[in-house]
């Protein structure tokens, strides 16, 4: 069952390594593939589509990231 705070899937996934790339504003698509490469991102090979992402389970990645870096910090 989807978590009631998320999107439908519809309006949150993101298919393939451009429009992943165009979401998270990188450079080149050869980051995503890093990203996905080293377990960095929430960014999933489907099978049978190709590379996925959900905007959401990135956006609470990188929000992750961001309270982990700042409690470092102090």
């Known amino acids: 069952m989807p978590k009631p705070d998320r999107p439908a899937l519809k309006d949150d996934i993101l298919y393939g390594?451009?429009?992943?790339r165009a979401y998270l504003r990188l450079?080149?698509?050869?980051?995503?593939?890093?990203?996905?490469?080293?377990?960095?991102?929430?960014?999933?090979?489907?099978?049978?589509?190709g590379l996925?992402?959900?905007k959401s389970g990135l956006d609470e990645y990188f929000a992750?990231?961001?309270?982990?870096?700042?409690?470092?910090?102090?």
């Open 52 to 54: 996925t992402a959900r």
């Open 27 to 49: 450079r080149d698509a050869r980051q995503v593939f890093r990203l996905r490469q080293k377990g960095h991102a929430p960014i999933f090979n489907t099978p049978g589509v």
């Open 64 to 74: 992750k990231l961001e309270a982990e870096d700042l409690a470092r910090r102090g």
């Open 17 to 20: 390594a451009e429009e992943i």
